[in-house]
């Protein structure tokens, strides 16, 4: 009786010891991994406290300039200024009216000062704040500027990524704000639901991808058939497949063609075809692949892009799918990443917004540590670049040709109203070898009759800027 109710005692001890270890094992994990997470939670109002005894860092472009910095007048108040207004809106954000941006994920690095509390308690004595980490980022507002004021007051957005570093060196998305008057402008801002300013397009704009999808359907096309170098097909400026009607932009008929010319003129007839004729599981597992239904691989937030067949799929949905309407979707982000990781070899370099954090005295805090993640195998980015070539040489995309640059690119022109066809949401996604650089560049212009024409011209005076730099 004794022996058993020592047992009892034994086995209770135990089982306090080894919740009081776990208990200790949580709390450490709390403070050490967690910390960091809760502190630079939005919603966690403490770090806003820091505030008080604290100057808010500043944010800076790759290119050495100010985006957003707090400056204080002669009787102490303090003002976030943006010096660049508009441009970068949407990445850098805002710091009233709540936070957004930069400004928000950054918020625990902004306000996080090298000196200690004692100093901090010192300097609150005597009136002196201490100031926080600033935050240098990769976006550059040489290129910024020329993309917005080539994208003009049109609807649309501007990505351009460096392929090798997975660097977003510029971020346009309009409408946009400016984010040194958004108190004034707040509920303006929010009531306009038409163009929904604070939206930001290159990242959360869902778009169907128009042409730009075919590079898709191709890489599809080529990996099914071994002999993908024999595909002909004549073009009559529309088709009809079992009763689904589809027709060439402009009803063009684009007459022989063969793989480089339908994809270089962009021929809908072709690919419908060439769509018919895939593994539609295969084609769905290549979208998967390349990051469709899924979480992009990117430093920052991004919606899902969509991609929609299966075997039950309809011939018209899978004609329509394989020249990018349909039912599927991309953000301009994912369009730049699939087109990043075919100018680098198959390899895409996650996208990111942030370099790194420095001190006041410029001492580095945090930097972005590369990780990537490959799409394609090299000779598949091999393939399609003699393509995205040929597009440029001879196709749709000539203006980009001659230049002190070599450029690869896939206009596209989605339809996106029924009752108005020759309306279109148009887009170019490319890169360019620029020195030792592979410089990516998508754009999508919304609503407009230009047939493509801004989106190509928004990636031509983007690597012209950085040609000659
Ligand atoms: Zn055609």
Redesign the pocket.
Known sequence: MKLKSNKCILIVTYAVVVLFVLMIVWIGYLDIVGRKNIENNSYNKRVDSWAENVVRGSIYSADGNILAQTVTDENGTEKRVYPYDNLFSHVIGYNSNGKSGLELKMNYYLLTSNDNELVQAVNQLSNQKSTGFDVITTLDTRIGEVASATLGNNKGAVVVLDASTGEVLCEISKPDFNPNTIEEEWSSIIEDSDNSPLLNRATAGQYPPGSTFKLVTLLEYIIENESYDDFSYN?T?SINYNGSQMS?IYH???GN?NLSRAFA?S????FATIGIELDMTRYKLLCDKLMFNTDLFTDFECKKSSFYLDENSTDFDIMQTAIGQGKTLMTPMHNAMIMSAVANDGVLVKPHTVAKVVDKNGREKMKFESESKTLLTSQESEILKKYLRDVVTFGTATNLNNKPYTAYGKTGSAQFDDSNPNLFHSWFTGFAEIGDRNIVVCAVVESTYDGGNTGKAIAQKVFDCIAQQ
Not at 267 to 270: E, F, G, T
């Open positions: 073009c400026g060439c063009s008929a684009h063609v003129y021929c809908n007839c072709s």
